[in-house]
């Protein structure tokens, strides 16, 4: 089965729109994780303008004393300040992406051999025995790009899913998409690394990528998620996503 992680970046964003404490990030966590999402991620920016430095030790502190079993993915560019922040609330998972501050999200992955030496020594710094460092990886980046993710001592890559996202009214694109993301997956696996994948999946696109994509360890879904929980509420939102997944 394949885990589900709620990304609650837009549940922030939606809250920053007023000086008010709602909608609640760690209210909204307490409501997928009971409908039985298996944990939360979220992806602190240096401009705060979705998750604040205040919800990542709120939401660690809620997961730490009510649910102790729920992962806690932190995902962000590696600047001192994220490092800095990762080694105080120490998660579980630490998904490490190439983003400039200013991008509005994330768009592309590592690249794996121009920065090896670099993600290297990052990875070495975050390694815990209980933590797990997953690199955003491009869907085509094949053998050679993932060889050189593993050669860094990360455990997992994430599949960057955007592109096959971007494809809702295109088939045969999505059909290319679909087999980059295959070819990928398959080679990471492989060679002993973990996969993971994220970006624009939604109830409509993902009984697709879970047929063609094999193995997938964990997806983290936040902007799909939260657009079908306008229309059904969070809940049932994370029931439908968990029930596409095999939960």
């Known amino acids: 089965m394949t885990l589900l992680s709620v990304n609650l970046n837009a549940v922030a964003q939606l809250r920053n729109r007023r000086d008010l404490p709602w909608p609640s990030v760690t209210g909204m966590a307490r409501i997928v994780l009971d409908a039985g999402a298996s944990g939360i991620t979220i992806h602190p920016r240096p401009d705060e303008r979705h998750i604040r430095r205040t919800d990542v030790y709120e939401l660690a502190a809620l997961l730490r004393s009510d649910y102790p079993e729920a992962e806690f993915n932190i995902e962000g560019y590696p600047s001192e300040d994220f490092l800095a922040l990762i080694e105080e609330v120490n998660p579980q998972q630490v998904t490490l992406v190439p983003d400039d501050p200013a991008q509005a999200t994330s768009d592309h992955g590592w690249d794996f051999i121009g920065k090896g030496n670099f993600l290297t020594s990052v990875v070495q710094r975050l390694t815990r025995p209980e933590r797990r460092i997953s690199l955003f990886c491009d869907p085509d980046a094949g053998e050679e790009g993932v060889a050189a993710a593993k050669a860094t001592g990360a455990d997992r890559i994430e599949l960057f899913t955007g592109p096959y996202g971007a494809c809702f009214d295109d088939a045969a694109r999505a059909e290319q998409e679909l087999a980059a993301l295959a070819q990928t997956a398959a080679a990471a696996r492989a060679i002993g690394l973990g996969v993971n994948a994220g970006h624009d999946l939604t109830l409509e ?21 939260t657009a079908d929980a306008l229309l059904m509420g969070f809940a049932e939102a994370t029931r439908r996503y968990r029930a596409v997944l095999g939960g």
Do not use: D, K, T, Y
Not at 205 to 225: C, D, M, T, Y
């Open 205 to 225: 696109n993902l009984p697709a990528f879970q047929s063609r994509v094999s193995g997938i360890a964990e997806v983290s879904i936040g902007h799909g998620l």
